[in-house]
T-cell receptor, first 108, second 112 residues
Framework: KNEVEQSPQNLTAQEGEFITINCSYS?????LHWLQQHPGGGIVSLFM???GKKKHGRLIATINIQEKHSSLHITASHPRDSAVYIC??????????FGTGTSLTVIP | ETGVTQTPRHLVMGMTNKKSLKCEQH?????MYWYKQSAKKPLELMFV???????ENNSVPSRFSPECPNSSHLFLHLHTLQPEDSALYLC???????????FGPGTRLTVL
């Protein structure tokens, strides 16, 4: 069983929809990361958070330490948001655990 | 532009070839990383360098040999690879090992 589980694995949405991707982890962490991987491979680090909530443009990331759960929300989704979103947990020993990713397709 | 560059972007090599992947970061960071992403598998952390010293090696076969000559450059030397080593190899950097990582565009490697 993976230390980091994401759901859903695949997600198709209409442009403008509100999107939520969930991440649960079973290890002790110092930080939770959300990454975005575009077709062709390039990865962008979206958020690194250890508590509460962070917002950047239309993206919002939240984490509940007690429940070991994080969510990534995309408001007013757009076709350019189509990508693979990866959740990763890191601990104080700098060990990283990665989820398998959620493939998002936003249809115009 | 993320400030982390990788060359080449695509590489096709035979199993007996020797090649090297190069990563360069222009962000003044002290830590650099090699990751491997295979199809339908989670991203795998291969090596971590901090201040040019290797601080983590996650059971990577010896046919992968990293080199970090200075804090701005990271190489991954490849020799006698197997077809299952075909994957996207990503380089990343961060200010320190525990801080946010910035990724390069990756090198898509195909081993024939």
């Amino acid at each position: 069983k993976n230390e980091v589980e994401q759901s859903p694995q695949n997600l198709t949405a209409q442009e403008g929809e509100f999107i939520t991707i969930n991440c649960s982890y079973s290890v002790g962490i110092s930080a939770l990361h959300w990454l975005q991987q575009h077709p062709g491979g390039g990865i962008v680090s979206l958020f690194m958070l250890s508590s509460g909530k962070k917002k950047h443009g239309r993206l919002i990331a939240t984490i509940n330490i007690q429940e070991k759960h994080s969510s990534l929300h995309i408001t007013a989704s757009h076709p350019r948001d189509s990508a693979v979103y990866i959740c990763a947990a890191s601990n104080t020993g700098n060990q990283f655990y990665f989820g398998t990713g959620t493939s998002l397709t936003v249809i115009p | 532009e993320t400030g982390v560059t990788q060359t080449p972007r695509h590489l096709v090599m035979g199993m007996t070839n020797k090649k090297s992947l190069k990563c360069e970061q222009h962000l003044g960071h002290n830590a650099m990383y090699w990751y491997k992403q295979s199809a339908k598998k989670p991203l795998e952390l291969m090596f971590v360098y901090s201040l040019e010293e290797r601080v983590e090696n996650n059971s990577v076969p010896s046919r992968f040999s990293p080199e970090c000559p200075n804090s701005s450059h990271l190489f991954l030397h490849l020799h006698t690879l197997q077809p299952e080593d075909s994957a996207l190899y990503l380089c990343a950097s961060s200010q320190e090992p525990r801080t946010r990582r910035y990724f390069g565009p990756g090198t898509r490697l195909t081993v024939l």
